[in-house]
């Protein structure tokens, strides 16, 4: 037996509606379509944190962090001192890509050091 339309509505007691979106949520939708082709595929840890505001208005904060990985990577393995010493890590240290690089890198190089 198919479940109707009817039934889904009586089940979570909804109704059909015809919704069109508001001149301001195209022009939200349409701004945060044009940051997300505007930036660049592959973010330094700077244009992050100097973006960083714009990104979470439109919804876009985790988007774009993980556009900073590979760099994050770089310098958690080549020049962890400049990543720990760096306002983006003070600011952002406990995002799990961040954590999850200077567990892995810096504290690998620091254990290979010792």
């Given at each position: 037996m198919a479940i109707t339309e009817d039934d889904l509505q009586s089940i979570f007691e909804a109704e059909k509606t015809e919704a069109t979106p508001s001149q301001d949520e195209l022009e939200f939708?349409?701004?945060r379509a044009r940051i997300e082709s505007d930036t660049l595929p592959l973010l330094s840890i700077d244009q992050y944190e100097e973006q960083h505001a714009l990104f979470c208005r439109y919804g876009l904060e985790k988007q774009m962090l993980e556009r900073t990985e590979p760099h994050i990577r770089y310098l958690s393995r080549f020049k962890p001192g400049e990543l720990l010493a760096s306002s983006?890590?003070?600011?952002?240290?406990d995002k799990k890509i961040v954590?999850?690089?200077?567990?892995?890198?810096?504290?690998?190089v620091n254990s290979e050091n010792k």
């Amino acid at each position: 037996m198919a479940i109707t339309e009817d039934d889904l509505q009586s089940i979570f007691e909804a109704e059909k509606t015809e919704a069109t979106p508001s001149q301001d949520e195209l022009e939200f939708l349409e701004e945060r379509a044009r940051i997300e082709s505007d930036t660049l595929p592959l973010l330094s840890i700077d244009q992050y944190e100097e973006q960083h505001a714009l990104f979470c208005r439109y919804g876009l904060e985790k988007q774009m962090l993980e556009r900073t990985e590979p760099h994050i990577r770089y310098l958690s393995r080549f020049k962890p001192g400049e990543l720990l010493a760096s306002s983006f890590y003070k600011q952002f240290r406990d995002k799990k890509i961040v954590r999850q690089y200077v567990e892995e890198n810096i504290d690998l190089v620091n254990s290979e050091n010792k």
